[in-house]
């Protein structure tokens, strides 16, 4: 073998360096990840969307409850859910108590309800369309050259609120439109599809809108085979990957149906008419369920009068009507109220609501409530004197009291937060007195006696409730609408915020005057014990039917115009990872 010189030698220690290099950058290269070019987040605000053809699909299913879907779990709409927004416990409406077909309709095509676009019988009289128009005439209005179809089960729909639809089919059966509907989704094409379905409504009509009424569950399985259908003939269409839909299902509104659990409290959320499903779906959404929030979550939020008593001073207020707070020997009466209690817990039974002389003391005439160390006490009289319980804990709590007669004899049940705490009998005790009605205790006298207590919604009727309507209206916030109003002998909300008055708005003028170290409190507290109004804000953290077409309009890149003045909400739309699809 031929032996190399030491250039050589260099020459080919050199060549075997630079491919021993090459090879080292080549194998690094291969370890390392290519740039991701692909989108792995997409905007929530649906303008931006560039991925294909903006365009919307329209279901509207009339008359199917958001609890029936809830309860049913229909296979197609179930698995639109997992790439959707959506709700059970969606409303037709909270601002307004009209519920029928035609306003359901009107308010999730305008935009708007039944006060502006003034639609609130099944004949459409009296409309103001012209100044709240529907979905089709603004899109024709923004852009005459979208295709717009309206396919409907009912006539009226398609002769009142789809005049402006650049097609329109008004067919006798639900089968007829879903037919008529894959027919266009195969051969046409159009930026806006919607399609009107009537029969479970009028199965519901029929014999009820509960899921025991086995018609009215079986035309909403069928209802949900339809758009299993039309789905896969959408998703079938040539142009889908070039095209991006919103589909829209939705019921325009639910029917007379038993309250469910824990609606007592929730105010429209409670009214199964009210209650209807909505979903917006598409491919790349991920889930986002929207339920009502719970009762107890809802804050008790206001201002009432505190009352406190010190060594040297209390605040109080009195009525000037002595008559009002005495029971007399016969007669049914309901007397409750709130209160909320942040002083020190003590021993010596100050007084802190009655109607009797010594307010302070025990006295055969007259009654009153009384605090005990962490608890309170009803004195009537001096016997019976029974407890209400632990109320000295710095949360909202209600109590009441009933005089009603059983089997001839006059009785006393003392109720704290909805639970009956003792029954005693009173037959036959006169404790009357003409001693004005009194909130606060006296100044103090040890330092056992100190007392801070806000106390409003004061309120006492000419009936005894039942125990079950007592244990529900006393933790709630009295209105004009409220069960018994009619019953009121007097009512003192505790609302204001100044001055030394305590309004009786029962309408008998009866109102307390409060002395000077009587102070106004607010407060925005949390208690199991209340059930406070429902806001209109609580309302907003579902989707209403006023907020479809602000939806769509927003998905097809049309702003609203403020003189429009849509009651909509647009909701922020959230989006999967664009590899998972």
Known sequence: ??????????????????????????????????????????????????????????????????????????????????????????????????????????????????????????NFTGN?????????????????????????????????????????????????????????LKTKEADLIVAQFHSAETEGAANGYETTNVAYTAAITTLDGYIGSIINELKARPTFSKENWLVVIASNKGGTAAPFPGSGDVGAYGDPTRNNFIIYY?????????????????????????????????????????????????????????????????NSYPTFLGKRNAFNSVSSTGWGFLFGSNGYQLDWGGSPRPGGGDVRDGIWHSIAFKIYSVGGVRTLSLFTDGKKMSTNSINGRNIDNTTALRIGSDIALN??????????????????????????????????????????????????TAGTTIGDFSGKGNNFTANGAVTRASFEDLSPNISPLITTASYRVVINSVDIPSQ??????????????????????????????
């Open 552 to 581: 769509i309009y927003n998905w097809m890149g049309i702003a609203p115009l403020t003189s429009w003045n849509l009651d909509g909400k647009i909701w922020k739309l959230s989006y999967t990872d664009v590899r998972n699809n």
């Open 1 to 122: 073998m031929k032996q190399l010189n030491r250039k050589q030698e260099l020459i080919l220690v050199n060549g075997l360096g630079i491919i021993c290099l090459i090879l080292v950058l080549f194998l690094t290269s291969c370890n390392k990840d290519f740039p991701n070019t692909l989108r792995t987040e997409y905007p929530s605000d649906t303008t931006n969307i560039k991925e294909g053809k903006r365009k919307v699909l329209y279901l509207i299913l009339d008359g199917v409850r958001g609890n029936a879907v809830s309860s049913l779990q229909p296979t197609n709409i179930n698995s639109l859910a997992r790439n959707s927004i959506y709700t059970y416990d969606g409303l037709t409406d909270y601002q307004t108590t009209t519920t029928n077909n035609a306003t359901a309709w009107a308010n999730m095509t305008t935009g708007v309800n039944d006060l502006k676009h003034k639609i609130t019988t099944e």
């Open 447 to 496: 330092g056992s006696e100190l007392t801070n207590i806000i106390i409003k919604d004061v309120a006492l009727y000419n009936v005894a409730m039942t125990d079950e309507d007592l244990a529900l209206n006393m933790r709630k916030q009295i209105t004009t609408t409220s069960p018994y109003f009619a019953n009121l002998l007097g009512w003192w909300p505790g609302n204001e």
């Open 282 to 346: 598409n491919p790349k959404f991920s889930t986002q369920p929207l339920a009502r929030p719970d009762a107890n979550s809802f804050p008790y939020v206001g201002y009432g009068p505190r009352f406190v008593a010190t060594a040297t001073s209390n605040g109080m207020a009195t009525l000037s009507n002595t008559g009002v707070g005495n029971f007399g020997t016969t007669g049914d009466f309901t007397f409750m109220f709130k209160m909320r209690d942040d002083a020190t817990s003590g």
């Open 128 to 184: 103001d369309l012209a100044s709240y128009p529907t979905l089709f005439t603004r899109l024709k209005t923004a852009n005459a050259k979208l295709r717009t179809v309206s396919i409907a089960s009912s006539v009226s729909f398609n002769t009142n609120l789809a005049v402006d639809a650049t097609e329109k089919q008004s067919l006798p059966t639900d089968l007829a439109v879903k037919d008529a509907l894959i027919n266009e």
